[in-house]
C-alpha cells in the first residue's frame, strides 16, 4: 500500500484531488475524557469558569473549522455541518465527545471529525484542570466515514 502524502521520491506533498469527482462526504469521531466523578459533577454543574460542556462544544466546531491550519497536509475545506455532542457518561466516569463533520467535496473530512474531538476534549481539559490535573484524553478515533473513492468505513465497536 503506498501512503498518499509522499511523491515517487518519498516527500512530503499535499495530495492532488484536481480529478476527483465532489461527493458528499461525512465523518464521525469519538473521544473520552476520563476524570473522577467529583470532577464529572463540576462539569455537569458549572465549573468556576462557566458551562464546561457547551465551551468545548464550540472549541470542537472551531477546531473543525481550524484543521488546514493545524495538520500541514490538509485541504482547506467548505464544511457544511460541525456537530459535536458531549455526554456525561457516570460509567467511566467521564465525558464522552461525538462529532460529525459533513461537506461535498472532493476530499474527505476523517481529520475534520478527529480534530473537533480532540478540540472539544482538550478543552474539557483545560477547564477542569484546576480540580483535577490526572484527567486522561483517550480513544480518540474515526467511527465511521462515507463517501469518496475508497468508499463507506465502519470502525470495529
Known amino acids: 500500500m503506498s501512503l498518499t502524502h509522499f511523491d515517487a521520491q518519498g516527500q512530503a506533498h499535499m495530495v492532488d484531488v484536481s480529478d476527483k469527482p465532489e461527493t ?3 465523518a464521525v469521531a469519538e473521544g473520552v475524557v476520563i476524570m473522577a466523578p467529583e470532577t464529572l459533577a463540576l462539569a455537569q454543574g458549572g465549573a468556576a469558569k462557566g458551562d464546561v460542556m457547551g465551551v ?9 473549522k481550524r484543521t488546514a491550519d ?3 497536509l490538509c485541504h482547506p475545506l467548505p464544511i457544511t455541518k460541525v456537530s459535536v455532542d458531549l455526554a456525561a457518561d457516570p460509567a467511566l466516569p467521564g465525558i464522552r465527545v461525538t462529532a460529525t463533520v459533513r461537506t461535498a ?8 471529525a478527529l480534530t473537533a474531538v480532540s478540540t472539544a476534549c482538550l478543552t474539557v481539559y483545560d477547564m477542569l484542570k484546576a480540580a483535577q490535573k490526572d484527567m486522561r484524553i483517550e480513544g480518540i478515533r474515526l467511527l465511521s466515514k462515507t463517501g469518496g ?3 463507506p468505513f465502519r470502525a470495529a465497536p
Open 70 to 72: 493545524l495538520i500541514p
Open 24 to 26: 458528499a462526504r461525512e
Open 105 to 112: 467535496g472532493k476530499t474527505g473530512v476523517e481529520m475534520e
Open 149 to 151: 473513492k475508497s468508499g
Open 56 to 64: 468545548a462544544r464550540l472549541a470542537g466546531i472551531m477546531g473543525a
